[in-house]
């Protein structure tokens, strides 16, 4: 099953530290959860502004009790983890767990990336996300929207190629 999952984190260049992490799985099934021991006072000015606003007041959890949720979530299943430019997100999902190396058998020991994908497609604008940016939760969801868009534009190509291709050779065998 595909899992979309964003989070937020504080980064100096040395070490990437949870703030929070937003799941969505394909199914519709949700989680998110706030890191209770974040050292949100080494947050920079950026964080400051634009994260720190969407935390709650009732969803700190310690880094133990957020890995055992997310094991309760996932399951038995072997999953498929999508992200938007999510080379630090995953980074922070891994240190959950220690390194990655303790990461539960089945699990990747990567995440794929719906800006790869976007490229891949010659980059097309994708939708709006409107409000919640930077909410980790809200950027789950959104980066479930983004890849199914992505993914509906992608077999339209595939078929417009198929029909060009059909017509073509149609031309040819005359």
């Not at 260049?13 to 799941?23: A, E, K, P, R, T």
């Not at 969803?59 to 498929?80: A, S, V, Y």
């Not at 994908?117 to 980790?136: F, I, V, W």
Request: aromatic letters at 14%; hydrophobic letters at 35%; glycine letters at 8%.
């Amino acid at each position: 099953m595909k899992y979309f999952y964003d989070t937020e984190f504080i980064e100096n260049g040395f070490s990437v530290d949870l703030i929070s992490i937003g799941i969505v799985a394909e199914d519709g099934r949700e989680y998110y959860a706030q890191d209770r021991g974040c050292p949100l006072y080494q947050a920079n000015d950026w964080v400051k502004e634009n994260v720190l606003p969407h935390l709650t007041e009732t969803d700190w959890k310690f880094r133990p009790e957020i890995k055992e949720d997310i094991l309760r979530f996932i399951g038995d299943d072997k999953p498929e983890f999508w992200g938007y430019y999510s080379a630090y997100d995953h980074v922070a999902l891994c240190q959950l767990f220690g390194a990655m190396i303790d990461l539960p058998k089945g699990w990747p020991m990567y995440t794929r990336d719906i800006k790869q994908l976007c490229d891949s497609l010659g980059n097309p604008r994708l939708p709006e996300q409107g409000k919640g940016e930077h909410n980790a939760l809200a950027d789950a969801r959104w980066n479930k929207l983004a890849y199914e868009w992505l993914v509906s534009r992608e077999t339209e190509a595939e078929a417009n190629e198929r029909r060009r291709q059909s017509g073509y050779m149609r031309a040819e065998g005359g």
